[in-house]
């Protein structure tokens, strides 16, 4: 049976760390929290992610809008919280509605303050092998989560399912750090299961459950951070945990994985924007 990656336990450990860090500093970082719409999933999100950054210690502020917004008044709401001395961290919650063009929103976000990493900037540094201003929260969690349980990455063939900018793109580049060797698969990738047979770790980012236990290796490192409700409502990830955890020899759970490290590393990001300003570490 695989060991479980306990997403949830290391998550609680790093805001045990964050909060007593920020119990012995006067001043608290804050964050920026922009809901758009009444999308029922993106409500949970930011509302976990204030609770959260409340609990150790963060400051956070959401602000909400109807979805009718136009694309002006949250480029104006951005411009003001780029200027504004108090916010440390801005986070646009995603998807937007169609009429707002997600990019122009991203795009003008200071990436002093951008606590996703999804700026062009930071997005270009990382994939130019340079650091950015922080890393995107949920490679970030995968990667500490993996660190956790003392998993190496040098030389394993790591297996990404899913291209986005979120995820997929930027993961890509954080195992090509690791000096991984990596494959990324999406939905025009013919035979996916020959591929994903030889990987040593295996991230699914598809949103479907695709990954069967037939089309890994056993002793596979299985890491999923798909995450959908399924037709009778129960919270369901890219993996058949059942069958895949009797040959993985890690596997991550759904939920009580990817999730929680990546609010923890949200919190981490609001915290080290919240530093890099103070000292004035260049761009
Ligand atoms: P996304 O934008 O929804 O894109 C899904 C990706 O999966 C695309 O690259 C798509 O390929 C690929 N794909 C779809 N069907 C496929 C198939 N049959 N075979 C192979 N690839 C396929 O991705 P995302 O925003 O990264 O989200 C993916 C999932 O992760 C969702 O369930 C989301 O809720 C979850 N998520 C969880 C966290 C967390 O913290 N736990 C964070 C972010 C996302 P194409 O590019 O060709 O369309």
Known sequence: MATILNGKKLKEKILTELKKKLDGCEKKPSLAVILVGDN???QIYVNNKRKTAEI???????????????EDELLNKIHELNKDENTNAILVQLPLPEHISKENVINIIDPRKDVDGFTPYNFGKLFSGEKPYVYPCTP???LLLLEEY?????????????RSNIVGKPMLQMMLNQNATVT???S???????????????ISAVGENIIEEKMLKTG????????FKDSTGRTRGDVDFENVSKIASYISPVPGGVGPMT?????????????KQNTKTPL
Do not use: Q, R
């Open 56 to 70: 150790i210690g963060i400051k956070s502020n959401v602000i909400k809008y109807p979805k009718t917004v136009t």
């Open 140 to 142: 970030k969690g995968i």
């Open 150 to 162: 003392n998993i190496n990455l040098e030389g394993k063939h790591v297996v990404i399912v899913g």
């Open 188 to 202: 025009y990738t013919k035979n996916l299961s020959e591929i994903t047979k030889t990987a040593d770790v295996l």
């Open 40 to 42: 029922p999933a993106s």
């Open 263 to 275: 609010i923890a590393s949200l919190m981490l990001n609001t915290i080290e924007l919240f530093e």
């Open 184 to 186: 990324i698969c999406h």
């Open 220 to 227: 596979c490192v299985v890491v999923d951070v798909g995450i």
